[in-house]
């Protein structure tokens, strides 16, 4: 018993041994966990995100870029969201400057769009309450792309199996509503991937 309590003391201070090993040498490659930390001086750990101002036409992105940024900095523990200013170390502005689409060339075969190009532009800025600014970039892109009509939509995507029309409505759809519903759903990712953005920029620029 003492032979077999041994040899399994061992194998597990090897594993642990080898584990660590690989943490210092993916930290000598520039590897990093995202959420593990802060690039922000440590006493910053409360922050208040009020609504965005949205200059778009797009009134929905309002509230969707908002909440993406508030579950962004929360999401890894790292911050608390807090509902005022007045509880805050510092606090997160941002801007909602314009969407932009650029439509895919006309085909002969269906004599319609087939891609649409949208483009979210965005700044934000990183305040303490006393003033002072931590972070700040005003003009942010992320884009994604989605299809105008339904033969053209490429079901295997990951966008479109992360999405709410699946493969057998598509042929129950006109191209106007898949054109709609596609475009929805690229509005919330814009708004997830712009929160990303700038998460990662304000907070963990190495990552």
Not at 63 to 82: H, P, Q, W, Y
Request: hydrophobic letters at 40%.
């Amino acid at each position: 018993m003492t032979l077999l309590l041994t040899s399994w003391m061992n194998v597990y201070r090897s594993a642990l041994f080898s584990s660590v090993l690989m943490l210092v040498a993916l930290s000598g490659c520039g590897y990093s966990l995202q959420g593990g930390g802060s690039a922000l001086p440590p006493d910053i750990q409360k922050i208040h995100i009020p609504i965005v101002e949205n200059n778009s036409s797009e009134s929905r992105l309002t509230f969707s870029f908002t909440e993406a940024l508030r579950d962004r900095f929360e999401r890894f523990g790292v911050f608390t969201i807090v509902d005022t200013p007045s509880e805050a170390d510092a606090v997160l502005q941002a801007k909602i400057n314009r969407v932009k689409r650029n439509t895919g060339t006309v085909t002969s075969r269906t004599e319609s769009a087939l891609q649409v190009d949208t483009s979210l532009y965005v700044g934000a800025e990183l305040k303490r309450t006393t003033g002072q600014t931590l972070w700040k970039d005003g003009n942010l892109v992320v884009t994604q792309s989605f299809a105008s009509t339904g033969d053209v939509v490429v079901t295997s995507s990951p966008e479109f199996y992360g999405g709410v029309i699946g493969a057998s409505d598509l042929g129950q759809l006109d191209d106007r509503e898949v054109a709609r519903g596609q475009e929805r759903e690229v509005l919330v990712r814009l708004a997830e991937n712009a929160a990303a953005k700038i998460y990662n920029l304000s907070v963990a620029p190495d990552f």
